[in-house]
């Protein structure tokens, strides 16, 4: 099972990344999949979450109407649009994978909102 997150970096304020997290050794069209960050010092919270035929999606409070999830059965592949970040948004962001009893989660990928 293999979870790769990719696209995360340095943007200035108001800017836009693209975040993708590749999906491997697994299911993939059965499992949620999630996005979570963590900043320096905080907990680890929800951004966005897709249901396993992206017919539901919900956000957490810092990513309505900034963030957008989707993903890609056929690619094995959720991807996390953030547009007008702010320097709140500095994380390292995680994919997570969930089905019934199983989860599984990616090494994360470090966003950095700066100018």
């Known amino acids: 099972v293999q979870l790769v997150e990719s696209g995360g970096g340095l943007v200035q304020p108001g800017g836009s990344l693209k975040l993708s997290c590749a999906a491997s050794?697994?299911?993939?069209?059965?499992?949620?999949m999630s996005w979570y960050r963590q900043a320096p010092g905080k907990e680890r919270e929800l951004v966005a979450t897709i249901s396993s035929t992206a017919g539901n999606q919900k956000y957490g409070d810092s990513a309505k109407g900034r963030f957008t999830i989707s993903r890609d059965n056929a690619k094995n592949t959720v991807y996390l649009q953030m547009n007008s970040l702010k320097p709140d948004d500095t994380a390292v962001y995680y994919c997570?994978?969930?089905?019934?009893?199983?989860?599984?989660w990616g090494q994360g990928t470090q966003v950095t909102v700066s100018s």
């Open positions: 997570k994978a969930s089905w019934s009893f199983y989860e599984h």
């Open positions: 050794g697994f299911t993939f069209s059965r499992y949620r």
